[in-house]
Each structure stands twice: as C-alpha cells, then as structure tokens.
C-alpha cells in the first residue's frame, strides 16, 4: 500500500469536514477498499474512517420503513433486520463471518460492485438512500458499473426501506468469491412487484420490468413461465456466459417467488 | 504515526503505527504475536482471523488505527488458564482438524466465535460458518468433526472416519 494517513470522526459533520481535504476518501468497513489499497489500485492521501460514526448505526422501524443506518455492519442488519426477513437473510448470507463484522450497507452501496447483494434489495424495494444533504431514491441513485449518484465527498448516513407484503433473494453464489453470479430480489407490495437482479450485467444492478409486469398481475412463478431475460450487455466472463446468466436470472427469479414471504 | 493502544488477550499494550499498518502487522511485528497468520494478504483465506470487541475479523483487512481502543482476541489466547490446550484445541488435536497447520490459527478463532452464538451448531451451520476460512490440506471433513466433538455431540457418524 502507498503510505496515507487515516482519520476517526466521530460525527458525520466532523467525516464531511475531513472529506473535504484533498485525496481524502470515505473508509467504510473496508473489506473491498482495503484489498484495493493493498493492490496500488487507489492512493488517498488520507482514509476518513466512518466506523467511529455512532449516529449512523443500527437499525429502526418506524411503521412501514425500517431504517438502516450507513454504518450498520452486515451482522447487524442479520440479527435486527428482523421486520424486513429476505433484508436479514440477505445480509446474513454476504461473504462470511469475519467480512459481515466489518462491511456495512452503506459501504456496500457507495461502492456499488455489479455483483453485490444490497444493491438489488435496494431497487427492489424501491429504498431510499440518505445522505449527510439530501435523499435519493433508489431508481436514481444506481448509475452503473461502480457508479452512483453521489457526489465526492457525499457520506450514506442511512437507507430507508418500505416494507413489503412478500418479498424474497435468492443468490447463485460464486463460489470462490462468494458474491452473486447471478441474485435475484423480488419484493410484493400493494401497488406492484419489483424485481431486481444483481451480479449479471456489466452496468450493474437493473429491474427485469417483464417480469415486474407479469408477477403484479399474478404473484407466482407459473405467471413468469413464457418470459425469457435477454442475454444483451450480461456478463460474460470464464464464471459463466451471458447466455447462462440470462437462464439464471429467470431461475433465480422464479425461486425467489417461490420462496418469498 | 499514531499513538495506538489496545487490549491483546487481556494485556494492555501500546504501540506507534502508520495509517497503513494492518492490524495483522502490528500483532506480528510490534508485538510478536505470531500465532495469527498471513496466508493469502488477498481477504480470502482467514488464516489471520481473530476477535476485535468479541467480533470475528481479518485482521489483514482492518487497519491497526480502527482496532485503537479495542479488546482484540488472537489464537495466543485461547488456551487455559494453566496453559493446556483448550477444548476445541484439544479437539482438533484429537480428531487431527490440521495437517500442515498453517490455518488453525484462523480455524480456532472462527470456530471459537461460532460456539460463543451457537453452542451446538450443526454440521451444515460450521460448514457455512467456516466459508471464510481456507484449508489447503483437510478437505475439511476433519475440522468439521472438531469442531462438533468441542461442542459435546457425537461424532461417530461424521464423514470421513
């Protein structure tokens, strides 16, 4: 790694304040940051540390929504997400043990990896993402391949996820990695199903809209028996073709009704 | 540097560290903790696991800075009071859950989590709780079985006998 220096606010103002200073960037639980550093992938002259933040940790109902803040470690959200199931065990089921100790949701989706699992429950949910200046839904806030619609500089201090009627993942894990060759989220609400697929295209995380359509009219996995997600911009690399991913995703979304409660 | 201190098996310690010194280095080098291991320095081994405020952690994928003020748990600290091997070390011992051993130290520490949460986990709970942690030469089955003999259930019918 090339030498930096790293800072531990304890406020979020006092986190933008240092953000503020030249080649500082945001440390989450730095389970992808840290292997990038140690690669010469990236060169901050200071790592502005966001674990010391307690004002943007844990997780809360109010009615509807359960709440998440940015540096709540995957664990947490495991054990406390308990109102919102397919988030918990979602979260349960990111990397392994030691990885959900440190990563949080908010590094997760700053980072927004095409092959992580938050940010399909993210769009599916239809959550939105809280910054330390303003609010973004999630229809927005994913704009491909390790791209966002943060600014530099900007902290995710919370996400805000309604709760669905139904709603399941179901992730085909990589197993070296152990992220998403192809997950699929589906969430049932009153007004519509949303159906968000991770770790198949290369601009990241996208809605199967056909698939959207026919589950709001019947919520089953027969009702998605005559669609096929195309193949075109999916990844194809040594893990498996687009071709096979495409079949994934109609698998996965399948189980996931199958399975969602 | 930074002036950092800490808990490292129930023993105040200080030290001087870079922002970049990794917290596995710091036990290594600063304080010649070498029980925990660097196996792959990539975040994908586990063999450099140990417990940061009770919490299972690569401690090659967190800085030595962010453990400052920490109770931090490393496999020197897991035997008895008087020195013997601790049941799950003794375990592993007995049902040969090592052969080069270059990972116990990350296998010790992450099976030692999961008994403190699930005092009686079941062989398909060790094998996912395990999923961070790489073994080049057991094929696990023998680590498994370890670690379901710590926790006082019968191993008998237990592959690879």
């Known amino acids: ?9 304890k406020t979020v103002a006092d986190a933008v304040a240092a953000l503020a200073g030249e080649d500082a960037q945001a440390l989450g639980g ?8 140690k690669q010469r992938l990236a060169s901050p002259a200071v790592l502005v540390s966001l674990s010391a933040i ?36 979602l979260a349960a089921n990111i990397g392994d043990p030691a990885v959900r100790s440190r990563g949080t949701i908010g590094g997760s989706l700053a980072n927004n990896d095409p092959s992580a699992c938050y940010p399909s429950a993210a769009l599916a949910s239809n959550a939105t993402i809280v910054t330390n200046n303003r609010e973004i839904a999630a229809d927005d806030y994913f704009q491909g391949l390790f791209t966002t619609a943060l600014n530099e500089g900007e902290i995710i201090t919370g996400v805000k996820f309604p709760i669905p009627q139904a709603a399941n993942y179901q992730k085909f894990v990589q197993p070296a990695s152990r992220f998403s060759l192809v997950g699929v989220f589906v969430a049932k609400y009153a007004d ?36 096929t997600a195309s193949a075109d911009g999916l990844i194809n690399d040594l893990h498996g073709d687009a071709e096979y991913r495409a079949h994934l995703i109609k698998v996965m979304t399948k189980r996931a009704v199958a399975a969602a409660k | 540097m930074t002036k950092i201190s800490m808990t490292v098996n129930g023993r105040q310690v200080t030290g001087d560290v870079e922002g970049r010194t990794l917290l596995v280095d710091f036990l290594r080098e600063n304080l010649r903790l070498t029980g925990t291991h660097v196996g792959c320095d990539t975040s994908q081994c586990g063999a450099c696991t140990v417990h940061v405020n009770g919490l299972q952690v690569k401690s090659c994928t967190m800085f030595a800075v962010e453990a400052d003020g ?15 091997l601790s049941t799950l070390q003794a375990a592993f011992q007995e049902h040969h859950g090592l052969q080069c051993g270059f ?14 949460v699930n005092p009686k986990p079941t062989e398909a709970e060790i094998r996912h709780h395990l999923e961070g942690n790489i073994c080049r030469c057991t094929g ?7 670690i379901m003999a710590a926790s006082g259930q019968d191993v008998s019918k237990i592959a690879a006998e």
């Open chain 1, 1 to 9: 790694m090339y030498a930096f220096d790293v800072t531990r606010p």
């Open chain 1, 30 to 37: 730095g389970q992808t940051l840290i292997p990038t550093l």
């Open chain 1, 54 to 89: 307690d004002e943007i940790k844990g997780v809360c109902q109010d009615g509807n929504v359960l709440s998440i803040g940015g540096g709540t470690t995957h664990a947490t959200v495991a054990a406390e997400a308990g109102a919102y199931p397919a988030l918990a065990a």
């Open chain 1, 192 to 227: 519509g199903v949303r159906v968000a697929v991770t770790g198949a295209s290369e601009n990241g995380v996208f809605r199967w809209s056909e698939a959207e359509a026919a589950l709001s009219a019947s919520f089953s996995a027969a009702a998605l028996e005559g669609l």
């Open chain 2, 70 to 84: 920490a109770e931090v748990g490393t496999v020197e600290g897991q035997q008895n009071a008087d020195g013997s």
């Open chain 2, 103 to 116: 990972c116990t130290p990350g296998m010790i520490m992450a099976a030692s989590s999961l008994l403190k």
């Open chain 2, 140 to 146: 696990y089955h023998n680590i498994v079985k370890a």
